[in-house]
């Protein structure tokens, strides 16, 4: 969620209306992808409205698919527990141009894995300067830790 200062208004003056719904690419939102990805199509997010509330408030939640690789161990198969991380960023915006904050997990829509247990799972922001470029840049890893269920 953002704030834009330009996409205000007054819900008295236009006949009480405090949200507005905007289709994928008519507003500006931040090029966030999955710096790990491992499908070729790269952005795996889907094109989803945004929702603008009257204060100038900017909600996009976009669902998605996203698949990355973990490096297992499996020394302890069928016994063995991974960590496996998410790692999502903006790829032209500087922290400068972009704070990304850590919400809490949601697993309400989680659908358990015949598989996996998931034991943890946490998340972090760390900053990162690159050689091109003098400002910094923002990403947040999502890291879970599963158990093979046996």
Known sequence: MWKD????WQ???YDNVTDLRHPAGTLWQPDILLYNSVDPAFD???KVNLLNYHDGSVNWVP?????????LDIYWFPFDEQICFFKFGSWSFSRDQI???VGD??????IPNGEWIILNSMANVSVKYYE???EAYED???TLHLRRRT
Do not use: H, R, T
């Open 11 to 13: 819900p008295g003056v």
């Open 140 to 142: 947040i890893k999502f």
């Open 63 to 71: 669902p998605g698919i996203f698949k990355v690789s973990c490096k």
């Open 132 to 134: 091109c470029c003098p």
């Open 44 to 46: 795996s997010m889907y």
């Open 105 to 110: 997990f949601d697993f309400s829509e989680y």
């Open 5 to 8: 200062e330009n996409l205000q």
């Open 99 to 101: 704070e990304l904050v």
